[in-house]
């Protein structure tokens, strides 16, 4: 987990499903390659691109997200900017 970071999602796939999609991040905290803005553009760019995609009615995406404990005591992260 320590390594993992946003740009390491899928977005293409998370992008092009043709249904409903939700996604769903837990451990905000502990996954240092989410903070500080990557993790928004992606949900962001997620967001958009289904928004804009007219070849599915009923195309839907929710999102959640559990930030977990901070073992660092910063409580960050940018998590402000991701909500």
Do not use: C
């Amino acid at each position: 987990v320590g390594s993992f970071t946003a740009q390491q999602l899928d977005l293409p796939q998370m992008i092009s499903t043709h249904h409903h999609a939700h996604i769903h991040v837990a451990g905000f905290y502990n996954i240092d390659g989410f903070h500080n803005g990557s993790l928004q553009q992606a949900l962001e760019q997620i967001r958009l691109q289904r928004s804009n995609d007219n070849s599915s009615s009923g195309k839907t995406t929710t999102m959640s997200l559990v930030t977990q404990h901070d073992a660092t005591g910063v409580w960050d992260g940018g998590l402000q900017q991701v909500a």
